[in-house]
């Protein structure tokens, strides 16, 4: 059903409100949604900070005020493993009833929701098939700031010169992540799925607060299914064959500042005028891909050479390959990084001006002059690389730029 609705701000739209999607009778079961259960274990996260501050009155016309602080956090995932099951059935359907509450929701001949088809079903039975694994994947993330900041104040009372704020700004920021994969033994094998005998079903009363005649079926496997799955097709290799470069972030900004303002005192207005100087230094450690075929991949156990053509080139880490057991080693897939040191300086002269004036009977007017400027997100420096996606105009990478400046 499509509806017209009337937005907050007075717009019309036109919305799909209530639909049954789904395949055309007599077809075996079709794919009509996932199901995921991981558990995630050793996962910890900590932080902390120490703010030290002064201040110093020299003499009645001159005061001087100092902050030092410093902070830390540590976010770590020991090990994160999971399974996707998808489901198989005719189709869905569902009705937008009210925004208080869940929508309907419903899935058309799809099987049961509570236990998942054993390896031996029949391709085109209806239920919860499995389709898909994690790897054990290890996280590791460091974040910290060390900032010291200096301010003083001096009266002047000269004229339309009250008194003058001046002061500098130093800020250390690091931050650097990690991810590593485990080998695996095997290749996944839909059949090596889990008893579903071992399924345990969402309790019964699951999302009754949602309100909406939702379908609150499903199930997840315990924490001890999981461990002994995943921890029989672990593959013992060594920590640096585990890393994975292109998801690794390592970089540091430091951002320095000095000022000077001059405030302003007249007989119905006052004000200030204003100059920063501020200082940007970003140096980042981006994963660089080397192209295919220059360099091969080293087997764990044997010794390193280096790679002839890119002599930085990491070879020894998995990248995420797979390294499976009784499967001959071939050091030629998946790409190879290498880490590329970016070191970015900017400088910015940021002015300002600020007037008030009061022109009696309640009625104050304001003006202000200023020039801003706004650093990007510390991700974007040396964000991971996305998978290839491609359209008829091409295909595209969405990866670091360690090289953007300031906004």
Not at 28 to 55: N, T
Not at 173 to 181: A, E
Not at 265 to 272: A, H, L, P, R, T
Request: proline letters at 5%.
């Amino acid at each position: 059903m499509i509806a017209e609705e009337t937005t907050i701000y007075g717009h019309k739209l036109r919305v799909l409100k209530s639909a049954e999607i789904s395949y055309a009778n007599g077809l075996p079961a079709q794919y009509v949604g996932d199901s995921e259960g991981f558990y995630r274990s050793g996962a910890y996260a900590s932080s902390g900070f120490l703010d030290l501050d002064g201040k110093w009155i020299v003499n009645d016309k001159l005061t001087l005020k100092g902050l030092f602080s410093t902070t830390k956090g540590i976010g770590h995932t020991d090990m994160d493993r999971g399974l996707t099951y998808s489901r198989y059935g005719q189709g869905v359907k569902y009705d937008i009833t009210d925004l208080e509450r869940a929508p309907d929701f419903s899935w058309i001949n799809a099987g049961s929701g509570t236990t998942p088809l054993a390896s031996s079903a029949a391709p085109g039975t209806p239920g919860y098939r499995l389709t898909g694994r994690s790897g054990l994947n290890r996280y590791h993330t460091i974040d910290s700031e060390k900032s010291l900041a200096i301010d003083g104040e001096y009266t002047q009372d000269s004229g339309i010169f009250s008194s003058m704020n001046f002061g500098f700004r130093n800020a250390d920021h690091r931050r650097q992540y990690g991810l590593s994969t485990v080998a695996l033994k095997s290749a996944f094998v839909a059949a090596n799925a889990p008893d579903p005998a071992l399924a345990v079903p969402y309790p019964g009363d699951f999302g009754q607060y949602l309100g909406g005649n939702i379908d609150n079926s499903g199930f997840y496997f315990s924490r001890d299914t999981l461990t002994n799955l995943f921890g029989d097709l672990a593959k013992q290799t060594n920590s640096q064959w585990e890393r994975r470069i292109a998801n690794s972030i390592d970089l540091r900004e430091i951002q320095s500042a000095a000022y000077l303002m001059q405030n302003l005192e007249g007989e119905k207005w006052s004000g200030n005028v204003g100059l920063r100087l501020v200082r940007t230094i970003v140096t980042s450690r981006t994963p660089v891909p080397i192209p295919a075929g220059a360099c091969l991949r080293i087997e764990p156990g044997k010794p390193f050479v280096p790679c002839a053509a890119y002599p930085d080139a990491i070879i020894d880490v998995s990248e995420g390959q797979p390294y499976y057991d009784n499967v001959a080693f071939n050091g030629a897939t998946g790409t190879i990084y290498r880490k590329e040191t970016t070191r970015r300086t900017f400088d910015d002269i940021l002015p300002s001006l600020n007037l008030r004036y009061d022109f009696g009977q309640g009625i104050v007017g304001r003006f202000g002059l200023s020039k801003t400027i706004g650093r990007q997100n510390y991700n974007l420096y040396g964000a991971t690389y996305s998978a290839q996606a491609c359209t008829s105009q091409g295909c595209t990478v969405t990866g670091p730029n360690p090289n953007l400046k300031p906004l």
